[in-house]
């Protein structure tokens, strides 16, 4: 079934400026739990670059695209790099290449401070030594983004026209602890503990669509991924995979050594290891500072805190894992309708003896390219350089970590 895009321009304020038609290519990556790039190639000459460049000139770093794909936003984000490229000898054309991300990008903008004496997460940071929020996983990444950028923000640190979504509610109890941690990495960690929680920016309202013309908006939402691996599944004998490409590396550790609060012999130490891993990889050894968490007699809560972030880190550290796949869109199984970034799936395989293997992982990314062929879609279950869970040689993922924990007195 033949999707229908809309790709549209806009400008400082978030307002819609035109319809963008006459481009080449527009090549999208998004990303689960991470920033989104975009790349819009187009005829500089073309009527259309003209309002651009004017954009490009203001400065403000809001301009920039929204991508609409069967009337729903699939993508929506700021111009930041740019590029032109003149070819006067036989094209006698200058291309205009546009590059940017998604709205997810104003996270990475931005740090999660600690309280001043007044209050306010800003300077001089002369109250408390780190910002700590305990609870339910969404309503603690809503209360870092708010103070930090949203609308509990001191000026100038206010993320322009960003609203929070309505807290569900979602995932596990957990703490976050910070101390000038960069929101985007630190929400990516409060994410993973609560559950595997995803996150995003996106641009909800455009003023052309209201009728009071109220300001258009950005807004931060927390979401549940789904497991869909018993349904959506890929493989050549269903007709919904042209291509796969699998690498594997090494885990950079797989046995993790946390040291608590305390100092010399009194320090609290606790540690895990990967077990599968270790067996497979051997043993890969990793220290975790986490001295900001309790004293040398930490309460069971901080105990707690520790544990969740060698498992955090064991995460993080495991094996870099990637499949790419180049998928075809039948009735049963559509991109954006069945699944999404973020989602579980499963992909069947044939490995060098020609024996069929079942991977389930999430969609991490996917590549969407849009130009005169049409639409081109390109999943990656499982990304190289980002943690998973995902292993070839691994027909059941069963993870136990043994954990021990020893007080130094």
């Known amino acids: ?3 229908t895009y809309n790709v549209y321009i806009r400008d400082q304020n978030f307002n819609i400026l035109m319809e963008l038609t006459d481009f080449e290519k527009l090549e999208m990556i998004k990303r689960f739990n991470d920033v989104s790039t975009f790349t819009l190639t187009m005829n500089a000459t073309s009527p259309q670059a003209k309002p651009i460049f004017s954009l490009l000139r203001q400065g403000g770093g809001r ?17 930041l790099p740019r590029n032109l490229k003149g070819e006067f000898a036989e094209k006698k054309v200058t291309t205009l290449t546009l590059g940017g991300a998604d ?16 209050g306010q997460y800003a300077p001089p940071f002369d109250g408390e030594d780190y910002s700590i929020f305990k609870g339910i996983a969404e309503t603690v990444m809503h209360q870092y983004v708010s103070v930090n950028g949203g609308p509990a923000s001191t000026d100038p640190r206010k993320i322009p026209r960003l609203r929070m979504a309505s807290d569900g509610g979602k995932g596990k109890t957990i703490t976050g602890r910070a101390r000038f941690d960069n ?13 595997g929680l995803g996150f995003r920016v996106v641009q909800i309202s455009f003023n052309q669509e209201t009728d009071d013309h109220s300001e258009p908006k950005i807004e931060f939402q927390v979401y549940q991924p ?5 349904w959506v599944i890929f493989s050549p004998s269903r007709g919904n995979l042209a291509e796969f490409d699998y690498g594997q590396e090494p885990p950079e550790a797989n046995y993790i050594i946390a040291g608590g609060g305390g100092e010399g012999k009194a320090r609290y130490f606790a ?14 050894e990793g220290f975790l500072d986490k001295r900001n968490t ?14 969740d972030s060698i498992y955090e880190e064991l995460e993080n550290k495991t094996e870099k894992t990637g499949l790419s796949i180049k998928p075809i869109d039948t009735a049963a199984i559509q991109f954006g309708r069945d699944y999404r970034e973020g989602d579980k ?65």
């Open 271 to 284: 540690w895990a290891g990967d077990e599968p891993s270790r067996e497979f990889y051997g043993t890969h």
């Open 103 to 118: 709205d997810t990008y104003y996270l990475k903008t931005r740090l999660a401070v600690p309280k001043n004496a007044s």
């Open 63 to 79: 301009a920039g695209i929204v991508v609409k794909r069967n009337d729903q936003v699939l993508f929506s984000g700021p111009f």
């Open 226 to 230: 789904e497991d869909k691996s018993n």
């Open 183 to 195: 929101l985007l990495e630190l929400l990516k960690a409060l994410a993973i503990k609560g559950g």
């Open 1 to 3: 079934m033949k999707s």
């Open 294 to 307: 309790g004293s040398a007699a930490p309460t069971e809560e901080e105990k707690k805190e520790i544990i």
């Open 345 to 409: 799936v499963s992909v069947v395989i044939e490995d060098t003896e020609g024996e069929p293997e079942v991977i389930q992982d999430i969609a991490r990314e996917v590549s969407i390219t849009l130009d005169q062929n049409g639409e081109q879609i390109e999943p990656v279950i499982g990304t190289t350089g980002v943690g998973t869970t995902l292993r070839l040689l691994d027909r059941i993922r069963n993870l136990e970590a043994r954990l021990s924990q020893l007080e130094k007195r």
